[in-house]
């Protein structure tokens, strides 16, 4: 899981992670650059939807 906060990312993915990855969930209050995962599935929600609804 990537982070990005007020101290910056985190445990950034890689390009391999990316790539083997089946889908990015992006859980996130501001815009996420998503020319990263171009090609992949991406489900974008708000945080607290991430934190309220994780199985969904």
Same mark, same amino acid.
């Given at each position: 899981?990537?982070?990005?906060?007020? %101290?910056?990312?985190? =445990? *950034?993915?890689? +390009? =391999?992670?990316? &790539?083997? $990855? +089946?889908?990015? %969930?992006?859980? $996130? +209050? @501001? +815009? *996420?650059? &998503?020319?990263?995962?171009? /090609? @992949?599935? *991406?489900?974008?929600? /708000? *945080?607290?939807? /991430?934190?309220?609804?994780?199985?969904?």
């Amino acid at each position: 899981m990537e982070t990005q906060g007020s %101290i910056g990312a985190e =445990n *950034v993915l890689s +390009d =391999n992670d990316v &790539r083997d $990855a +089946d889908g990015i %969930i992006i859980a $996130a +209050d @501001k +815009d *996420v650059d &998503r020319s990263r995962f171009v /090609g @992949k599935r *991406v489900l974008a929600v /708000g *945080v607290a939807e /991430g934190i309220h609804h994780p199985s969904d």
